[in-house]
């Protein structure tokens, strides 16, 4: 098993930027796949972005491409989400998740055995 441990979200006006963390609890994050995902209210949890087990595969959603960067760092065993150009429809609890059983950098929530606590993005117009 691995714990995840979110941090970085807050309250920022549009056009701001936030970075997003996410920490594998001592275990290395190259043993898995991770991806940030995101839910709004009254809505169900949508795929931000994610990075595959080896780091070579990057995805997107198409509403991030350009303004969000997906990256990891193994020494400090932590995903991040650099979050630039932000807008108040990016408004969401924010979710990292983890799964050790793909080599790819999945994009549906059922893919991820592991998931972070959430953190909370406000984007204020």
């Known amino acids: 098993q691995v714990r995840l441990v979110e941090s970085g979200g807050g309250l920022v006006q549009a056009g701001g930027s936030l970075r997003l963390s996410c920490a594998t609890s001592g275990r290395s994050v190259s043993m898995y796949s991770m991806g940030w995902f995101r839910q709004a209210p009254g809505k169900e949890r949508e795929f931000v972005a994610s990075?595959?087990?080896?780091?070579?595969?990057?995805y997107y959603v198409d509403s991030v491409k350009g303004r969000f960067t997906i990256s990891r760092d193994s020494a400090k065993n932590t995903v991040y989400l650099q979050m630039n150009s932000l807008k108040p429809e990016d408004t969401a609890v924010y979710y990292c998740?983890?799964?050790?059983?793909?080599?790819?950098?999945?994009?549906?929530?059922?893919?991820?055995?592991?998931w972070g606590q959430g953190t909370q993005v406000t984007v204020s117009s």
């Open positions: 990075i595959s087990r080896n780091g070579l595969s990057i």
């Open positions: 998740g983890a799964d050790g059983r793909w080599t790819l950098a999945a994009r549906v929530p059922d893919s991820y055995a592991y």
